[in-house]
């Protein structure tokens, strides 16, 4: 899954590549119903109260879409560690072995969809929310300073071109580098650059909005954990919290197939109603061809002043016979500068 700069308009929402188009079913919500003439009279009164008080589902949204506007601006210049495990098998029932080539990178092997064992990948990263010049959209870059235990070559080198480059490039090919760079550790044969924690928030953005179908839901489980398998601990609630769907209806969709044919995504947002502070989101999309599940939790941090990304679930399917697993849990959030005429510095 990948998000592709050469078909983003930056006056346009982003747009992403997905190889493989994949859809999810969201779940619609059954009303709840009050029969009024089987409560007393105090109790009709209370709740007639309780609902005249509660938000719309359009002034939800537009507080998440102010929110997630605030978040973005306040976290462009923080910069959180990222612990990142990644786990992929793959089965193939003719036992073939021919078409496997060495991965380019250390992460491990890559095949059609022939694997002689599991791989398995740790990596330590920086997370930034950058914007490069002349694009109206963030977006997020893993800068990978260590893989199973080695560190990575050349990085202060490799940070400095990526961002500081003298060769004049557009922002589209700046946006492509700094995709491509955080993607570079990835594992598996399904081909991505959206797992990052932040990516569903553009969803809710103001100017996206208007492109998804949203309704509220009754189905509060984060679909990273199996039918009989209790959440952990940051993936629950303790605020009271509506369950959102989104259906994105809009052509020209944010996420495109590995061949840039339209991809139109589901999945759910934890949104705090009365603040719009969004608690958790989700990615689902599932097709013949693959199945993708990102979820995400977030608790607040002092430094910001507002909820940040503290882990990431994922699992990826696809009809190869590759399963893929990941983790990522955020830490260490400090503060970021670049110097232009110098150099890239993260602090430490």
């Not at 496997?100 to 969809?113: Q, T």
Request: hydrophobic residues 40%.
């Amino acid at each position: 899954m990948n998000w592709d700069p050469g078909l983003v308009d930056h006056n346009s929402p982003v747009s992403a590549r997905l190889c493989g188009a994949i859809v999810a079913v969201a779940l619609a919500l059954a009303p709840w119903l009050v029969c009024a003439s089987t409560m007393p009279q105090e109790q009709v009164h209370e709740a007639d109260a309780g609902r005249a008080e509660e938000p719309s589902l359009a002034v939800v949204l537009q507080r998440a879409g102010a929110y997630v506007t605030e978040f973005q601006q306040r976290l462009s210049g923080i910069v959180a560690e990222e612990h990142y495990v990644q786990e992929a098998t793959s089965f193939n029932k003719r036992g073939r072995t021919e078409g496997c080539s060495s991965h380019p990178d250390p992460a491990g092997l890559s095949c059609g969809s022939i694997m002689a064992a599991p791989i398995r990948t740790r990596l330590k990263s920086d997370l930034l929310l950058v914007r490069v010049p002349g694009a109206t959209r963030w977006a997020e870059f893993r800068d990978v300073f260590e893989a199973d235990g080695i560190a990575v070559r050349d990085r202060a080198e490799r940070l400095t071109q990526l961002f500081l480059g003298q060769d004049p490039v557009s922002a589209r090919e700046q946006l492509g580098r700094i995709l491509d760079a955080s993607a570079r550790f990835n594992i598996g044969d399904i081909e991505r650059n959206i797992n990052t924690p932040m990516f569903a928030l553009q969803f809710l953005e103001p100017s996206n909005q208007k492109r998804f179908k949203f309704s509220r839901s009754r189905n509060g489980k984060p679909d990273t954990f199996a039918r009989s398998e209790t959440p952990s601990d940051a993936f629950r609630t303790s605020t009271e919290v509506w369950v959102v769907d989104y259906e994105e209806t809009a052509p020209a969709t944010l996420v495109r197939t590995g061949d840039r044919r339209d991809f139109p995504m589901r999945g759910r947002f934890w949104i705090e109603p009365a603040s719009g502070r969004v608690m958790m989101s989700e990615i689902v999309a599932r097709n013949k061809t693959v199945n993708a599940t990102i979820d995400v939790s977030y608790q607040s941090e002092a430094l910001v002043g507002m909820f940040v990304p503290v882990e990431m679930r994922e699992e990826y399917k696809n009809r190869s016979g590759w399963h893929i697993t990941a983790n990522a849990t955020y830490g260490r959030f400090r503060q970021f500068t670049v110097n232009v005429d110098e150099t890239f510095l993260i602090k430490k």
